[in-house]
């Protein structure tokens, strides 16, 4: 009964390291999503995959890299980490409405 | 495109008083509509959503929201606020066909005052 599980849940970066964000879901959904959220501004989409073997851009996308290993997983890459991208990470995966994983609180330094 | 507004960046409510949190939406066709809340340090968790049927949508912890189709507006309420339900809330739309991404708000920060 696990849902969305997101893996690290913290991580410190310095500037031009890079990094995978690992999501799962047990849900068989087809659908799953990465965004990040940062104050004042909502969530904001950076990554889709309507279904397996199939990615696109959402909103912010620059310096990001997904791959959809298959239905379960989805990972979110930073190849070259910015402080700009300083923010909570989360994935989501979805039927209709978008369940949710816990979050990863990303710093860039 | 669609889009979500939530007037309002913070509420404030007494303990025992209605809330009511503010969404507003914009969408090409017929909306699915969710709320999600967030507390501290934790992802979001689904409150509830409108579909199709009654206006009237009930959802987790006594919350409750109306769909208002001519006013394109799906407002939270709750009859009488706890403290607990100090929160960070998201309005959502998407279409109703297909696999349509979530769009959300800039969300509401409710704090219920003892």
């Known amino acids: 009964n696990a849902g969305v599980t997101q893996t690290p849940k913290f991580q410190v970066l310095k500037t031009g390291q890079s990094m995978t964000l690992q999501c799962a879901q047990d849900m068989n959904h087809n659908s799953m999503y990465w965004y990040r959220q940062d104050p004042g501004m909502g969530l904001r989409l950076i990554y889709y995959s309507a279904s397996e073997g199939t990615t696109d851009k959402g909103e912010v996308p620059n310096g990001y890299n997904v791959s959809r290993l298959n239905k379960r997983e989805f990972s979110l890459r930073l190849e070259s980490a910015a402080p700009s991208q300083t923010s909570v990470y989360f994935c989501?995966?979805?039927?209709?409405?978008?369940?949710f994983g816990s979050g990863t609180r990303l710093t860039v330094v | 495109a669609q889009s979500v507004a939530q007037p309002e960046d913070q509420v404030n409510v007494a303990e025992g008083n209605p809330l009511t949190v503010k969404c507003t939406y914009s969408v090409s066709g017929n909306p699915y509509l969710f709320w999600y809340v967030q507390y501290p340090n934790r992802g979001l968790q689904f409150l509830l959503k409108?579909?199709?049927?009654?206006?009237l949508v009930k959802g987790s912890y006594g919350f409750e929201a109306e769909f208002n189709k001519s006013q394109t507006s799906f407002h939270l309420k709750k009859p009488s606020a706890l403290v607990s339900d100090s929160a960070l809330y998201f309005c959502a739309v998407r279409l109703n066909f297909g696999n349509e991404k979530l769009t959300f708000g800039t969300g509401t920060r409710l704090t219920i005052i003892p």
């Open positions: 989501a995966s979805s039927e209709i409405g978008y369940t």
């Open positions: 409108y579909i199709t049927g009654d206006n």
